[in-house]
């Protein structure tokens, strides 16, 4: 009984610290200017107001760092499910030469902090004219190892009888991954997509670096930006966090089976 | 098409991508930490010079590279087993028979993992103000005094880590949960029918289960936390007193601030070398440890 009401009771008050901070940012978002700034501080809005969000998208110019974060986010997840699908299947299911050294050799760069290949990669975009473009922005998350190797692991399991049926009515790789393979892989896709999703929509540092241009900043380079301009106006910071995080949290919430998933095929049968 | 080209067709588009935007500006970057690139370099190639070592060497005899790795360590060392400890012990509530609710209660402390840096990042820095926040509100209550936490150079570096350790405990938690839902219950059983309390089973059953679990979350997290960066960039910009620029903060500022490229370059690689060895050593560590 004792124990019950202690292990419910510490889950309970770990539950509130994990997201009162969120829960407090919603109620802040809908305060009047200033109105936050009290001490001791307020935890609910005296009379609710949408001025903030209305300052944001008005004159901050929200939208277009939002459309920007979309376009961004939305493009990176198409173009790397797709690519990463193909090579992952490949690594599992077709057999070529030097397939399991490639394999090996992309473990082996999991190693590598992203951050080292920063300063060339910047310099080869601007070669290409890619700084300053939604394509220079997209580029490090348009294939990625973590993911070829998630999709490795699982199409694994894919039977071999299925595919050589396929192969022996005449289809072609080509179809065979479409019809076949494909619709086989579909939680896995969902998951990769997820991951895709999120990670680009919440990197920081790639898009501070590469896109200086005030028009094609993201929400997070926006917001951080706008919070060293606007260090005082709390509510309405607070409703700019609202805007970044919100569409993130809301997929993980709907899709939450297939992210826990993935990140459990990601790191423990690694 | 056959099978052996196909694999090769299908693998190509991710590999090309691979290769020409991180293999290759990985062996670039090597290069370029040997030269001299800088602003007018950016402008016109012919100012790059071939300098050796000197950025490595000037960077070793850098005062703020010395600062920068102190405080990185600092957020790896104090940071890395905090994390640890809460994931771990909100693993162990959640995995208890005794939990209810569990998928709600699974859930909302999982929901800072997923929210961006920056955006909690501004939240952390208002709960932390010295004068409105929540954090000298609550101390308040106990008749404590106000701290400066982000204005306090004792103070800002904790304060980045309670923020950290809040943002991404849930994602260990639930690799911890599913170690722990892999520890058979027969051991359970026969430690409870020799008298073992509950914290001997965990010291003598579920720890050492869980060993190889520990190591590869201990080396993720490890890995993450060498690589701080957004929260010092939007709480504290460094400050104060410089008590919160990590390593790749100084990168960032080298790089693509003073652009100085060639010197960037080799902070990413000195940063490199660190965690492969921190990483081989605690694998060493470990390695040792199984066998004996």
Redesign the interface.
């Known amino acids: 009984m004792l124990?019950?009401a202690t292990?419910?009771g510490?889950?309970?008050a770990?539950?509130v610290?994990?997201?009162a901070?969120?829960a407090?940012?919603l109620a802040?978002s809908f305060m009047q200017p200033g109105e936050?700034?009290?001490?001791?501080?307020p935890w609910w809005p005296s009379s609710p107001t949408l001025h903030n969000y209305r300052e944001l998208f008005l004159r901050a110019g929200m939208g277009r760092y939002l459309v920007n974060s979309a376009l961004i986010a939305t493009g990176v997840t198409l173009v790397s499910v797709l690519?990463?699908t193909?090579?992952g299947?490949?690594?599992a299911k077709?057999?070529?030469?030097g397939?399991e050294q490639?394999f090996r050799a992309?473990l082996g760069?999991l190693?590598?902090?992203?951050?080292?290949?920063?300063?060339?990669?910047?310099?080869?975009l601007k070669q290409m004219g890619l700084v300053n473009t939604y394509a220079g922005a997209m580029?490090?998350g348009?294939?990625?190892?973590f993911g070829?190797f998630l999709v490795r692991q699982y199409a694994r399991s894919l039977p071999d009888e299925l595919l050589e049926a396929a192969?022996i009515d005449g289809a072609?790789?080509?179809r065979i991954?479409f019809q076949v393979v494909l619709p086989a892989l579909r939680p896995i896709l969902v998951t990769l997509a997820i991951f895709a999703f999120?990670g680009a929509?919440?990197d920081?540092?790639w898009p501070?670096?590469v896109l200086g241009d005030q028009d094609l900043q993201t929400?997070?380079?926006a917001?951080?930006s706008l919070?060293?301009e606007h260090v005082q106006d709390?509510e309405l910071?607070?409703a700019?966090?609202v805007v970044?995080?919100l569409p993130?949290?809301l997929?993980?919430?709907v899709l939450?089976r297939y992210?826990?998933q993935g990140?459990?095929v990601g790191?423990?049968k690694? | 098409m056959k099978p052996s080209l196909a694999g090769w067709a299908f693998a190509a588009p991710a590999l090309t991508v691979i290769a020409l935007f991180f293999v290759l500006p990985v062996i670039a970057a090597l290069g370029l930490s040997v030269t001299d690139f800088d602003i007018y370099a950016l402008a016109d190639q012919r100012n790059l010079r071939f300098v050796g070592l000197d950025n490595y060497i000037k960077l070793l005899g850098n005062p703020l590279f010395w600062k920068a790795l102190g405080n990185t360590l600092y957020f790896v060392v104090a940071g890395v087993p905090l994390s640890i400890f809460v994931s771990l012990a909100a693993a162990l509530l959640l995995h208890s028979k005794l939990a209810r609710f569990k998928p709600v209660f699974r859930t909302a402390l999982f929901a800072p993992v997923v929210t961006t840096v920056v955006a909690v990042a501004v939240i952390w820095r208002y709960l932390f103000h010295t004068r409105y926040g929540a954090a000298n509100w609550g101390l308040s209550l106990v008749g404590i005094d106000p701290v400066d936490w982000f204005g306090d150079p004792r103070w800002a570096m904790p304060s980045i880590i309670l923020f950290a350790v809040w943002k991404n405990f849930g994602y260990n938690m639930i690799i911890f949960l599913a170690g722990l839902q892999a520890i058979p219950e027969d051991l359970y059983e026969a430690a409870r029918i020799d008298g073992a309390s509950w914290w001997r089973q965990l010291v003598h059953v579920t720890l050492p289960m869980l060993g190889p679990v520990l190591l590869l979350v201990g080396i993720l997290t490890m890995a993450g936390y060498f690589q701080l960066f957004a929260e010092p960039y939007v709480m504290t910009q460094g400050g104060p007193l410089q008590s919160t620029v990590s390593v790749l903060y100084l990168m960032y500022e080298e790089g693509f601030k003073w652009w100085n490229l060639g010197n960037a370059s080799a902070v990413a690689f000195l940063l490199f070398l660190l965690m492969t060895a921190t990483t081989s050593g605690l694998l060493w560590f470990a390695r040792r440890r199984g066998a004996e």
């Open positions: 124990a019950a292990v419910n510490l889950l309970f770990l539950a610290l994990a997201v901070p969120l407090w940012m802040v936050a700034s009290h001490f001791p501080p690519l990463n193909l090579a299947y490949a690594f077709l057999k070529f030469r397939r490639t992309l760069a190693v590598i902090p992203g951050q080292v290949a920063m300063m060339p990669l910047f310099l080869l580029v490090p348009l294939a990625g190892i070829i192969r072609g790789e080509l991954f999120l929509w919440n920081f540092m501070l670096i929400l997070p380079v917001l951080a919070s060293r709390n910071m607070m700019g966090s970044t995080i993130v949290l997929l993980f919430l939450q992210y826990m990140l459990l790191s423990v690694g």
